[in-house]
């Protein structure tokens, strides 16, 4: 019993990492840039949506403006800050991006004070159960949301014109152009998709541990960055495919290896090793 | 003659695509060699192979006799095989006689310790503007790349390369890019290291100046030498022409 | 000079240390790390151990330098796997997994660290001409590298690998070269940190000094070893004289950070030597 509690556990932590990795490789495929400042979005999505719940009494209202304005936040991230910087080499845009992401959740602090933030009427709280197994409903919503938003984003990738422009773009830009993809709106419009969905990550989380902080983005960044380098950077299968297993191997390495190791650490002993052995990821998409 | 550089039954597979099949060549000393071949005949590969960037199998590469097929591409520079890319690949952050001085110093670089204590470049800086006049670009010796043109780059290479003390000097498509004049004038100074001494394997698609200055060619197509002899023999032979004929008339068609 | 004045100028001297260690790993070969506060912390962490059972400070120090560097090599060996993004990653994930190890470590004092790390016996003044003595030579060795041939050499690789491999340079020497001394003064760092503060947990060592190094390298210029001596001494000072930015110091790293990499990626000394060459084509 215990095993199917944690790969349940693992499988719950693996959604909300697919959630967000999937909006980093995408960031990834498309400009070949390590996107740190993703989780400081996503903490803003948290915050809008706590206050917002809270002003209002409606969790509904808060998401549905979170999600859009992360959006938006995310394409004026990539106007302002990447942009100007793509023509310089890797690590130009590795690492002001690590700074952004510190000035984000440092003004999180500042504004919104180090403890966080929770909701007034606590949603999903109860839980659920199929027989002997039982989650919470918050818990149920994750892997929920995850799957109806990563479905989402299969049938656009594969189904629209934007999803065939998007994956022209990937493959040889130049070409794309060629064939009259405007290649800038293809960006823009993967900020967009890329930030929108790590505010849906975030305001899920937000609601499953009923709190918001400024640092709550802090593990997820870095582990997601670990995923994205584990599913080959830019693949999109590969990187679902490392998340939902860091989650559940994360889940089963505390029990077994948690007196050697912390939590966050035996996620990266993982990745160094395949890096190792496999240089170029699980999934190396080219 | 004896044999400099000796490439004896080199194979490579990328997946299920046999890029060389049972190449085998040799190069004697003083000898300027082209090698010739529609696109995606496998030159490139064979340079890669002969470089160490790729490791043939099955296949044996010796130089002056020494086996080097198990050697790392610094080490097989170390050993006397000097290369210029195709693409132009100068170190940025250096100036041009930067570039040719640090290849110079390769008797200094070799061993990590003793360079982290020597520090005289006078020689090498010497030498380096010695090459550059002999590939003819010393005024452009404190010019970053940079702010080059592709003609003085490509001869940049070839400066840098020599800077080596290489035994042999094998050229990668260096008359890519460059006009009628420009590519005839490189070609010249390639006969002139030549003349002067240097073993060189030329690779060219250019094969107006091919024809002009190697004596003897060797012609790949799909992986396998379908050609070797002297350059007019070889450029009559009937498996050559049909070979790049024939793939023009199909690129023609397509 | 009191003693809250001898101890800014022992910690900026640690962090010039560090700064330029990095340097030459980041700024001299082109390898990126961004865990190179795990080194920092292996050579604390042995330092203290050692002298906590007993040793004398000097050879504590020095078995810190060598852990730390031996660590170097093997962090240095993956940098011959992975490379660019990949090697960010990797670093990033040792730092991480080098305090996840030592929390858990009942024998490293775990979560509450290690404290009573006996005094240095060397006094304030001693302590502080110690670590500034040893910066300057840090600072000596970097300016030394970059005029040698090994110098040469290194900014050959951090320049295009592949070039480097052509122009015979062993490429794999070198960047082991730069690893092990790189992490070699780190973890002599670490050592002094430990016997200057006499008490050190985990989180001294985390990702965020990782980046704050990083910060010092970055914005005094990566490969300036004045420019990066000056970004650790300034980021150092900076939060401590002016009290009322202590509280925004992550901010302000990050801020700085941000704008550096976005308008000047050459940093403070790319900026002077923009403005001078300016001054002199202007005259």
């Given at each position: 019993m215990l095993h199917v509690e944690l790969t349940i556990q693992g499988l719950i932590n693996g959604s909300m990492y697919a959630l967000m990795a999937v909006g980093l490789t995408l960031v990834y495929g498309l400009l070949r840039i390590l996107h740190v400042a993703h989780a400081g979005l996503y903490t803003l999505g948290a915050y809008i949506a706590v206050l917002i719940a809270n002003a209002t009494g409606s969790l509904a209202l808060g998401a549905a403006v979170a999600i859009p304005v992360v959006g938006l936040a995310g394409m004026i991230v990539y106007r302002l800050l990447y942009e100007p910087i793509l023509h310089r080499p890797p690590y130009v845009a590795l690492i002001a991006s690590i700074g952004l992401f510190i000035v984000m959740e440092e003004s999180y602090r500042l504004i919104f004070g180090p403890y966080g933030e929770t909701f007034n009427a606590p949603y999903l709280a109860e839980r659920v159960s199929v027989g002997p197994i039982g989650a919470k409903a918050a818990e149920v919503a994750m892997v929920a949301g995850a799957i109806v938003l990563l479905g989402v984003l299969a049938f656009l990738s594969k189904r629209t014109r934007f999803g065939i422009a998007w994956r022209a773009t990937v493959t040889d830009?130049?070409?794309?152009?060629?064939?009259?993809?405007?290649?800038?709106?293809?960006?823009?419009?993967?900020?967009?998709?890329?930030?929108?969905?790590?505010?849906?990550?975030?305001?899920?989380?937000?609601?499953?541990?009923?709190?918001?902080?400024?640092?709550?983005?802090?593990?997820?960044?870095?582990?997601?960055?670990?995923?994205?380098?584990?599913?080959?950077?830019?693949?999109?299968?590969?990187?679902?495919?490392?998340?939902l297993a860091l989650g559940v191997i994360e889940a089963f390495g505390t029990i077994y290896i948690g007196h050697l190791l912390d939590r966050d650490a035996i996620a990266f002993l993982f990745l160094v090793l395949v890096l190792m052995i496999r240089p170029q990821g699980l999934f190396a998409a080219r | 003659?004896?044999?400099?550089?000796?490439?004896?039954?080199?194979?490579?597979?990328?997946?299920?695509?046999?890029?060389?099949?049972?190449?085998?060549?040799?190069?004697?000393?003083?000898?300027?060699?082209?090698?010739?071949?529609?696109?995606?005949?496998?030159?490139?590969?064979?340079?890669?192979?002969?470089?160490?960037?790729?490791?043939?199998?099955?296949?044996?590469?010796?130089?002056?006799?020494?086996?080097?097929?198990?050697?790392?591409?610094?080490?097989?520079?170390?050993?006397?095989?000097?290369?210029?890319?195709?693409?132009?690949?100068?170190?940025?952050?250096?100036?041009?006689?930067?570039?040719?001085?640090?290849?110079?110093?390769?008797?200094?670089?070799?061993?990590?310790?003793?360079?982290?204590?020597?520090?005289?470049?006078?020689?090498?800086?010497?030498?380096?503007?010695?090459?550059?006049?002999?590939?003819?670009?010393?005024?452009?010796?404190?010019?970053?790349?940079?702010?080059?043109?592709?003609?003085?780059?490509?001869?940049?290479?070839?400066a840098r390369a020599l800077a080596l003390d290489p035994k042999v000097l094998l050229l990668d498509e260096p008359l890519a890019g460059l006009n009628h004049v420009e590519a005839a004038?490189?070609?010249?100074?390639?006969?002139?290291?030549?003349?002067?001494?240097?073993?060189?394997?030329?690779?060219?698609?250019?094969?107006?100046?091919?024809?002009?200055?190697?004596?003897?060619?060797?012609?790949?197509?799909?992986?396998?030498?379908?050609?070797m002899g002297a350059a007019k023999t070889v450029m009559e032979d009937p498996f050559v022409r049909a070979a790049y004929l024939g793939r023009e008339a199909g690129d023609a068609a397509a | 000079m009191g003693s809250y004045e001898l101890s800014l100028v022992t910690l900026a001297a640690i962090y010039v240390m560090l700064a330029l260690s990095l340097n030459l790993i980041t700024g001299f070969c082109g390898q990126i790390s961004l865990g190179h506060a795990a080194f920092f912390g292996a050579g604390a962490y042995a330092a203290a151990l050692l002298t906590?059972?007993?040793?004398?400070?000097?050879?504590?120090?020095?078995?810190?330098?060598?852990?730390?560097?031996?660590?170097?090599?093997?962090?240095?060996?993956?940098?011959?796997?992975?490379?660019?993004?990949?090697?960010?990653i990797t670093t990033m994930g040792v730092g991480f997994l080098f305090i996840g190890f030592v929390r858990k470590q009942q024998g490293l004092g775990g979560e509450l660290g290690l404290s009573g790390i006996p005094d240095h016996g060397l006094g304030p003044w001693g302590l502080a001409a110690l670590t500034v003595t040893l910066a300057a030579a840090t600072a000596a060795l970097s300016l030394h590298i970059r005029r040698v041939w090994a110098g040469q050499a290194f900014a050959a690789i951090a320049d295009d690998e592949d070039t480097a491999r052509a122009l015979g340079i062993d490429v794999m020497r070198y960047k082991l070269t730069a690893f092990v001394l790189g992490t070699a003064l780190a973890g002599l760092a670490g050592?002094?940190?430990?016997?200057?503060?006499?008490?050190?947990?985990?989180?001294?060592?985390?990702?965020?000094?990782?980046?704050?190094?990083?910060?010092?390298?970055?914005?005094?210029?990566?490969?300036?070893?004045?420019?990066?001596?000056?970004?650790?001494?300034?980021?150092?000072?900076?939060?401590?004289?002016?009290?009322?930015?202590?509280?925004?110091?992550?901010?302000?790293?990050?801020?700085?950070?941000?704008?550096?990499?976005r308008f000047a990626p050459g940093g403070l000394a790319g900026g002077i030597a923009a403005l001078t060459a300016r001054l002199r084509g202007a005259t």
């Open positions: 830009p130049a070409m794309a152009r060629a064939f009259g993809v405007d290649t800038i709106a293809v960006r823009y419009a993967n900020f967009f998709i890329a930030s929108a969905l790590a505010a849906s990550a975030a305001v899920l989380v937000a609601v499953l541990n009923n709190l918001v902080e400024p640092t709550m983005g802090s593990v997820p960044s870095y582990k997601t960055l670990a995923i994205i380098v584990l599913g080959g950077l830019g693949n999109v299968a590969g990187t679902l495919v490392a998340a | 003659m004896t044999a400099l550089l000796e490439v004896e039954g080199v194979g490579v597979r990328f997946g299920g695509i046999q890029a060389l099949d049972d190449v085998s060549f040799a190069l004697a000393e003083g000898e300027l060699l082209g090698l010739i071949g529609p696109n995606g005949a496998g030159k490139t590969t064979m340079l890669r192979a002969i470089t160490g960037v790729i490791r043939p199998n099955p296949g044996r590469i010796r130089l002056a006799g020494a086996d080097i097929t198990d050697f790392s591409t610094d080490r097989r520079a170390r050993t006397g095989l000097a290369l210029t890319h195709q693409i132009v690949k100068p170190l940025r952050a250096m100036t041009a006689r930067d570039n040719v001085a640090l290849a110079a110093g390769h008797a200094k670089t070799t061993n990590v310790l003793a360079a982290l204590f020597a520090i005289d470049r006078t020689k090498e800086l010497a030498r380096a503007d010695e090459l550059l006049r002999l590939v003819g670009i010393e005024n452009h010796a404190d010019a970053m790349p940079s702010t080059l043109p592709l003609g003085a780059l490509k001869r940049l290479e070839v004038r490189l070609a010249d100074t390639i006969v002139d290291l030549n003349r002067a001494g240097m073993s060189i394997v030329l690779i060219e698609h250019n094969l107006g100046e091919v024809m002009r200055i190697c004596p003897r060619l060797m012609v790949l197509d799909n992986g396998r030498r379908i050609a | 906590k059972s007993g040793w004398p400070l000097a050879p504590a120090l020095v078995s810190g330098a060598v852990l730390a560097a031996a660590f170097g090599f093997v962090v240095g060996l993956a940098s011959l796997r992975v490379r660019h993004d990949f090697l960010a050592g002094l940190f430990a016997h200057f503060t006499r008490f050190i947990i985990p989180d001294a060592f985390g990702f965020t000094v990782s980046i704050s190094i990083l910060a010092m390298v970055i914005i005094g210029g990566i490969g300036s070893t004045w420019g990066v001596l000056a970004g650790a001494v300034i980021l150092t000072l900076m939060p401590e004289l002016f009290r009322f930015i202590n509280d925004y110091k992550l901010l302000l790293y990050g801020g700085l950070l941000l704008l550096v990499m």
